[in-house]
């Protein structure tokens, strides 16, 4: 069974240009995650989705960042402009349900010079 | 908002030493995750408790989701090198729409 695809891998940008991440999450997951992590730090929840609905995006900062889910697979997330403090990974993580067992991908790594 | 304490923040053993860690929270949890990150890739799953009490093994790791349902412990036995990585708990409530809280880490270093 394939896993959690995220891309890129690596991006670097400078502080105020745009970047979009995007995630595949394993087939039939209901529910996918977005999470941001940054060194040092465990993964911090930014957005959660069930099928291409919003459940959660309470620590989402909106003004800049955003997510979507269209047709209930892949997702995306988009950083608009981006800030120093945005370097991190973002992690991809998809579950068959709300209460169910997370598993991730590799994750994106974020450098904003 | 909810938060959890995980200690120790890191720890530098011997091989073949045992290990223990554990995660505390302000409120009650009915999911504790147990998940292992190692440089450059994402976190992945150890062990899952759903039940206060539960006791549950994965070869050399064993994990216990506490009887007041706000704490966690994880054991690593007979440690190798290749156990070094960053350990998280994460806990789910009942409170809310199955968010996935996580800890700050426990990285572990084994010396051979």
């Known amino acids: 069974e394939a896993g959690v695809a995220q891309s890129p891998r690596y991006k670097i940008i400078e502080k105020r240009q745009s970047v979009a991440f995007w995630c595949n999450p394993i087939?039939?997951?209901?529910?996918l995650y977005w999470y941001q992590q940054i060194l040092g730090q465990g993964p911090k929840l930014l957005i959660q989705f069930q099928n291409n609905g919003v459940v959660d995006d309470s620590q989402l900062p909106k003004d800049r960042f955003s997510a979507e889910r269209l047709k209930g697979v892949d997702s995306t997330l988009k950083i608009q402009p981006a800030k120093l403090e945005d370097s991190a990974v973002y992690l991809c993580?998809?579950?068959?349900?709300?209460?169910?067992?997370?598993?991730f991908g590799e994750g994106s790594r974020l450098t904003v010079l | 908002g909810q938060q959890l304490n995980q200690s120790p923040q890191s720890m530098f053993i011997q091989e073949g030493e045992d290990v223990s860690m554990n995660c505390t929270s302000s409120s009650i949890f009915n999911t504790w995750l147990w998940y292992k990150q190692e440089p450059g890739e994402g976190p992945v799953l150890l062990i899952a408790l759903y039940k206060a009490g539960e006791l549950t093994s994965n070869g050399r790791l064993t994990a216990q989701f506490g009887i007041t349902r706000k704490d966690s412990f994880l054991n690593i036995s007979a440690s190798i090198p290749s156990d070094v990585g960053i350990y998280f708990c994460a806990g789910r409530s009942s409170s809310n729409t199955g968010k996935l809280i996580f800890g700050q880490g426990t990285t572990l270093q084994v010396k051979p």
């Open positions: 087939s039939g997951h209901a529910t």
């Open positions: 993580a998809s579950s068959p349900t709300t209460t169910g067992e997370l598993f």
